[in-house]
């Protein structure tokens, strides 16, 4: 069964402290993808990469960097946690092509900061 | 940029009617319209999917019809059993190339015993 993995389930971080969640899916995807979900606000998109050492910003990337070093592993980063980071983040992974796959999720990785 | 509604944000059901989640995008050119399922604790699942060049696609209970001149789409489910209860979202992605998509907010569904 195919898989998008994200290392934690939970996490409670502190103001200020740096904080990275992993992603890893074993489906050899080109393209993955971090958004964050919030009651009410839906999906938005944090970052996305098309390719190894490719990233390209989404809708709400201002808090947040990415690295993606491996084709497999995609990271989310906060440089700085802030209380308003508090949320669900969601990991996704797709095929490239115009057969337009879906996207493959994480089981998400609900972040507190305090 | 591409811009998703969707409508309603909760929905309640007796069991074994039908459930009907609507959403607009914003976006002429776009052109795949895919419904994902959340339920309690994991992460959303592609449930149903359609090309912007097909105006309906069953399966099963779950049914998706596309609107491209009103830029709208909806996801219908009949039959409705207790396992349906979930939240679901609707997304829309511009282009054959970029792999982005834009979601609606979410609808609650909660199917009533």
């Known amino acids: 069964d195919v898989k998008v993995t994200q290392s934690s389930r939970y996490l409670v971080k502190r103001t200020g402290e740096k904080v990275f969640l992993e992603c890893v899916q074993d489906m050899d995807h080109e393209n993955m993808f971090w958004y964050r979900q919030d009651p009410g606000l839906g999906l938005r998109l944090i970052y996305f990469?098309?390719?190894?050492?490719?990233?390209e910003k989404g809708d709400i990337p201002e808090g947040y960097s990415v690295s993606r070093e491996k084709k497999e592993r995609f990271s989310l980063i906060l440089e700085s946690a802030s209380t308003n980071q508090t949320s669900m983040y969601l990991c996704a992974s797709s095929r490239t092509g115009a057969a337009h796959y879906g996207y493959t999720f994480g089981s998400g990785t609900r972040l507190t900061v305090v | 940029g591409e811009n998703v509604e969707q409508h309603p944000s909760t929905l309640s059901v007796q069991e074994g009617d039908s459930a009907v989640i609507k959403c607009t995008y914003s976006d002429s050119a776009s052109n795949y319209f895919p419904w994902y399922k959340q339920e309690l604790g994991k992460g959303p699942q592609l449930i149903i999917d359609?090309?912007?060049?097909?105006g309906e696609k069953k399966d099963q209970r779950i049914a998706v019809t596309l609107n491209k001149t009103a830029k709208h789409f909806s996801l219908h489910i009949t039959e409705t059993q207790p396992e349906d209860s979930a939240v679901y979202f609707c997304a829309a992605r511009v282009n054959f190339g970029n792999e982005k998509l834009t979601f609606g907010t979410g609808t609650r569904l909660t199917i009533i015993p």
């Open positions: 359609i090309r912007s060049n097909v």
């Open positions: 990469s098309y390719d190894v050492k490719m990233k």
